[in-house]
């Protein structure tokens, strides 16, 4: 599942080297923290949050096939 955040967050920056995505275990749910450079936050926010929410929906989509929930939190 990572791996497709990850996916997902390096097609969208400019500065890949930047891009930090550390994974919280709890249960039946799954963290997400996205760390990007703050030049590229706006890439991955989108207008009006719709790329994020995009994101987050594609995860939500994942994560119910495996029975878990996940939350993906973006930080710049």
């Known amino acids: 599942m990572k791996e497709i955040?990850?996916?997902i967050i390096l097609n969208?920056?400019?500065n890949k080297?930047?891009?930090e995505i550390?994974?919280?275990?709890?249960d039946k749910k799954?963290?997400?923290?996205?760390?990007?450079?703050k030049e590229d936050m706006g890439k991955i926010i989108g207008k009006q949050g719709r790329?994020?929410?995009?994101?987050r929906t594609v995860m939500?989509?994942?994560a119910g096939k495996e029975n878990k929930k996940v939350t993906v939190e973006f930080d710049g």
């Open 5 to 7: 955040l990850e996916t």
């Open 12 to 14: 969208l920056v400019e």
């Open 17 to 19: 080297e930047a891009v």
């Open 22 to 26: 550390k994974e919280k275990q709890e």
């Open 30 to 37: 799954i963290v997400f923290e996205v760390k990007v450079a």
């Open 51 to 55: 790329l994020a929410k995009s994101i």
């Open 60 to 62: 939500k989509s994942v």
